[in-house]
Structures are given as structure tokens and as C-alpha cells.
């Protein structure tokens, strides 16, 4: 999966929106309205590489090798968002994709990215995400800022044996960005995340799988002297209420944040019934530093989280449909202190989810269509106490997600899609979006072979909508596949 600046500073909102991602690029499924429960696609199987991201799976989920390039353009703009949200973001990218059988026992699959990220009226805020933790530097100028960096994803397969595999791979990127006015800081963005995982295939219908995914991520935030002449005045904020006001003319922030994931997996595949299973704690620390020469731990944070997910699917026999049934648990904790108070607790956002959802698809054989729908509802109970502005906050409600999505299909040549996902009560973790607010998601696409090419595209137009006022929030998005089987 990519990993780019757009993907950070949305994540959360994201994380709370939907289901498992798979490891797999998924456009067919993303054209068709998100539909990912019932509906069976090359890159949605239900084995421990798509829906487990584990990397050892990699040799059996194999199928063809290729080469592709991906151009992509997402755009975000309207003013219904959170306070630090810039008003418009911009996300530009170029990718190319391969994924290679080196031997009979071991197969490979990467990607690199080039990514441009432009927060456009980016309201005080002075970094990529804000909304990670509850430390965060402002000034008082609204401006741009300009990202550009790298990204690359890899992931090997290996047979240890004939029923076992191991696989590792990493996500990597580096991202430099630019205010274009005063304070101008330069902020520098490095990410790695690991991934080593083991399959053992105790049975013809039994697989375990195991994962670990240590994280790295680390944001310094660097100030000179500005070209106005003016010394630097940023606001050091550790909650919404308690701040510090800092003069100078060179300084630095780091934020590195360390942790990882361990995870369980289980999968029972037959003829017609297949389900997985995953369990997954994850723990991250992190910790704010003021000061390159002298450096002051001023925040830290930790996140530990339990989480259970559940996929099954049923295929009748001769029958052309796929039901399916999905499931998950989810419980999360997070809590700051300032390390000069350490008895004295500065916020705590814990976060539970209780989701179920149920879809299929079925192909119209006389028509040559592909119809699928999936329902999820998720269930949460969210609390975001700042104890430092003495402002707590705790929602209990009730999210509803409707999904469907069509293909048609033509000679084995060529296929047009179309697609539809609707969210009620759309939310983020923090509880600073606003509330009552619903997204509808609009998808179109298809895509065209010939001899060993093929072209797919997708269009996106979402739009994020409230009752109680006129804002609004738009994305509009293209992306294009073009892909060379070997």
C-alpha cells in the first residue's frame, strides 16, 4: 500500500471509516463503490496476504507477473473539516509497480512513488499531521506548504519448507516541506514500517499465519531566521489550552514516535466457505523534543491497541454469488503527560469499535454483469478528555455504511464500473470534526486489454455534507493503471 503525505494526515479518519485495507492495490473494488465483503477480486482474496498484509502469503497468492505505472491526483477543499485541516490539499503522484517468481520457491513485489503534497491555506498549523497527538506548534499566519519525497513498499516471499513461508518487506518514506510564509519552517517527515511474517499450513483447509510490524516515524520541524528579518514566535500547545509562546531566530522540534504490531492470524478455506480471522496489539510511544542542542522532552504519548477482525464467505454450489459476513472488535487507549508533570495525566482518548457488516455479489451471466452491496454498521464510543483546558468530551453513537457496485464486462476486453458509498456520521477520533456530518462517495471506471496490456482508470467524486449549515467538504480524484503482464 502507498504510504504518502495525504495518507498520514487523514489516517484516522480513515481507520474509523471502514473495514480491513488489503495489501493489494484494489482498484476493481474501490471503482465499485468500496465493496470489499462479498465481492471476490484478485486483490480481495480472503487469504493472509490480502486481508492479513502478511508477506510470506506472497508465493501462493501469486498469479501473473507485471510491470505498471500509476498516475494519480486527489483533491480536497471546503471548510466543513477539522480546525487545522488546510482548506485545500492537493496530492499528486507517479508509481511504478512489479512484481516478479524469482524461483519456483520465492517471489518479490515493489513499488516506489514520487509524491507532491500541497497544503493550500493551511491555517496556523505548522505541521503534517496534527492531529496525531496532542502536541502541536502554530504560528499566527495562514499559508501553504509544499511537500515532496519518495516512497517505496517491498515484499518478499520465501518457501522454508513445503508447508511453511516466511516473507518480510518494509514501508519508506521521506518528505520535505516548505511554508511559503513567515514563520517558513522546514519540516522533514521519515516513516518506516517493517513486516515479517511466517505461514504454516497445517492442513489442506488450515493456515496460521504470525506478523510482526515495528514502526518508526519521525517529524523535525526546523526554524531559521526568516527572510523578513523578523525572529520566529511560534505557540507550543500540549492540548488545546496550555501553551507556550517561544522566540528566537533558529530552532527545532522532533517528534519520533517508536512501537510495533503483533498479529495472530487463522484461515479455514474450502471448496465453498472461506474464513479468516486476525488478531492484532499494536503499541507505540511518542516522544516531543524542543531543541537540537539541548534537547527538552516536553510531550509524550502512548497508543496501545487490541483488535479482532473476522471475514467469511460462502459460495453455493453452481451458483454465480458470493455472500459474505465481516466482524470486528476493537479496542483502543491512548494518554499524554508532560514529562515535568509526570504524576499529572494531560489527556486521555480511549476509543472502543464494534463493527458487523454483510455483503455479496453475483454475476449476471446473460448480461455479463457483476452486481455486489455490502452494509456495515459500526458501533462506537469515543472520549477525548483534555484535562489541561478542562474539557472533556464523550460520544457514544451509531455509523451506518452502504455500499454497491456494478461491472460490466465485455469479450474479456474491456469493462466499465460504476459505484456508490454512503457514511452517515462520519468521525474522527479526537471528536474535532463536525458532528452529524455524512459522506457520499461517487466511482467511476473500467478498464481495457490487449495482447499482454491493460489500461484501467477510476474517477472519484465524494462530497462530505452536514443539515445543519451550508459547508461542505469535496474530493475529487483520478488515478490511471497502466499494466504489463510478463
Known amino acids: 500500500m502507498r504510504v504518502c503525505g495525504l495518507a498520514v494526515a487523514v489516517c484516522t479518519v480513515m481507520m474509523l471509516a471502514g473495514a480491513t485495507n488489503a495489501l493489494g492495490d484494489g482498484l476493481r473494488t474501490s471503482t465499485m463503490g468500496n465493496c470489499s465483503i462479498g465481492l471476490v477480486d484478485s486483490d480481495n482474496q480472503l487469504n ?3 486481508f492479513g498484509g502478511n508477506p510470506a502469503f506472497l508465493l501462493f497468492d501469486f498469479d501473473t507477473a507485471y510491470n505498471r505505472m500509476i498516475l494519480s491526483y486527489d483533491e480536497q477543499s471546503g471548510s466543513l473539516k477539522r480546525p487545522f485541516d488546510p482548506m485545500l490539499a492537493n496530492d499528486s503522484y507517479v508509481s511504478f509497480a512489479g512484481r516478479r517468481r524469482l524461483t519456483d520457491n520465492q517471489a518479490v513485489w515493489g513499488r516506489f512513488d514520487y509524491d507532491r503534497f500541497w497544503q493550500r491555506e493551511q491555517v496556523r498549523s505548522l505541521e503534517l499531521d496534527q492531529y496525531n497527538d496532542p502536541f502541536y506548534l502554530t504560528d499566527k499566519t495562514t499559508g501553504d506548504i509544499l511537500y515532496y519525497g519518495p516512497a517505496s513498499s517491498v515484499s518478499y516471499s520465501l518457501r522454508l519448507a513445503p508447508k511453511v513461508l516466511f516473507g518480510a518487506g518494509f514501508d519508506y ?4 516541506g516548505l511554508k511559503n510564509k513567515y514563520t517558513r519552517p522546514q519540516i522533514i517527515h521519515n516513516y518506516f514500517h517493517g513486516n515479517v511474517g511466517l505461514i504454516v499450513e497445517a492442513n489442506r483447509n488450515w493456515t496460521l ?8 516515524i519521525q517529524n523535525r520541524t526546523e526554524f531559521a531566521k526568516t527572510d523578513e528579518g523578523y525572529d520566529n514566535q511560534i505557540f507550543r500547545y500540549s492540548g488545546d489550552a496550555i501553551y507556550e509562546i517561544r522566540s528566537f531566530q533558529d530552532y527545532s522540534v522532533r517528534e519520533l514516535l517508536r512501537g510495533g504490531e503483533l498479529a495472530l492470524q487463522n484461515f479455514y478455506r474450502s471448496d465453498r466457505i472461506n474464513v479468516g480471522t486476525i488478531f492484532t496489539y499494536g503499541l507505540v510511544e511518542n516522544k516531543v523534543m524542543y531543541n537540537a542542542t539541548d534537547p527538552e522532552e516536553a510531550g ?6 487490541i483488535d479482532l477482525q473476522m471475514l467469511a464467505r460462502y459460495t453455493p454450489k453452481d451458483m454465480p454469488l458470493t455472500v459474505g459476513l465481516s466482524g470486528r472488535a476493537m479496542n483502543q487507549d491512548g ?11 494531560l489527556y486521555d482518548n480511549p476509543q472502543k469499535l464494534r463493527s458487523l457488516g454483510a455483503g455479496a455479489s453475483y454475476v449476471i451471466r446473460s448480461l455479463d454483469l457483476a452486481v455486489s452491496a455490502d452494509y456495515v454498521l459500526n458501533a462506537y464510543d469515543i472520549e477525548a478528555n483534555d484535562y489541561g483546558a478542562n474539557f ?3 460520544r457514544k453513537f451509531t455509523q451506518n455504511i452502504g455500499r454497491m457496485g456494478l461491472e460490466y464486462t465485455a469479450y474479456n476486453v474491456f469493462s466499465l464500473r460504476g459505484g456508490v458509498e454512503v457514511t452517515d456520521y462520519v468521525v474522527d477520533r479526537w471528536l474535532k470534526l463536525p458532528s452529524n456530518m455524512d459522506r457520499y462517495r461517487f466511482t467511476a471506471g473500467g478498464s481495457y486489454s490487449w495482447h499482454l496490456w491493460q489500461v484501467e482508470a ?3 467524486y465524494a462530497r462530505n455534507t452536514r443539515e445543519q449549515d451550508d459547508r461542505e467538504r469535496r474530493d475529487l480524484s483520478g488515478i490511471l493503471w497502466f499494466t504489463r503482464s510478463e
Open 173 to 176: 518514506s521521506i518528505s520535505t
Open 300 to 305: 509524550f504519548w502512548q497508543d496501545e491497541t
Open 209 to 216: 499465519g504470525f506478523m510482526a510490524r515495528p514502526l518508526r
Open 48 to 50: 493472509p496476504y490480502d
Open 392 to 394: 472533556f468530551q464523550h
Open 458 to 460: 477510476q474517477l472519484l
Open 335 to 345: 494518554w499524554a503527560k508532560r514529562p515535568r508533570f509526570t504524576n499529572v495525566l
